[in-house]
């Protein structure tokens, strides 16, 4: 409860920006062109950024976000508390799993790549090259670190 209540707040500055889709509209149009970014949750490392395409990771339900990583961007070893389910729209992800940062250990997943981890499951993910992915779950969302002190809120 404890990391869905931080991800919340973290989101409240994000709320504003985006417009988020009701998960009961009839339906959910969005170009490429049309997608409105702004900075990631403070859950995640500074440099990303968040569009919700569909839904409100805040809450309960189904949602779509994109992540917009630069190269050289990391996640260390986490956790989600929903499947996490994970398209690479563009660029690659690099991704391993387990409790440690084993960079020899990932696979390389270009553009057009998906991969669904199910609830509790430690990975971590860099990426060499700017890289947008989608990822669809159920909210609310949250992120826990295997280890907390890589956690970026906790060097604010």
Request: with cysteine; proline share 9%.
């Amino acid at each position: 409860m404890k990391i869905a209540s931080i991800f919340a707040i973290g989101w409240i500055g994000f709320c504003g920006i985006a417009s988020f889709a009701s998960a009961e509209d009839a339906h959910t149009m969005i170009a490429p062109n049309d997608i409105k970014w702004a900075p990631a949750p403070k859950v995640l490392p500074a440099g990303a950024e968040a569009a919700v395409l569909f839904g409100d990771p805040t809450k309960e339900g189904l949602f779509a976000l994109r992540l917009k990583v630069p190269s050289g961007y990391a996640v260390a070893p986490h956790t989600h508390p929903a499947n996490e389910v994970v398209t690479v729209i563009s660029g690659t992800t690099n991704l391993g799993m387990g409790e440690t940062a084993d960079r020899s250990a990932t696979k390389a997943l270009p553009a057009g790549s998906f991969f669904a981890l199910p609830p509790g499951t430690a990975h971590f993910v860099y990426f060499d090259e700017e890289t947008v992915i989608q990822i669809t779950t159920n909210g609310p969302w949250g992120l826990k670190y295997v280890n907390p002190a890589d956690d970026p809120q906790k060097s604010q």
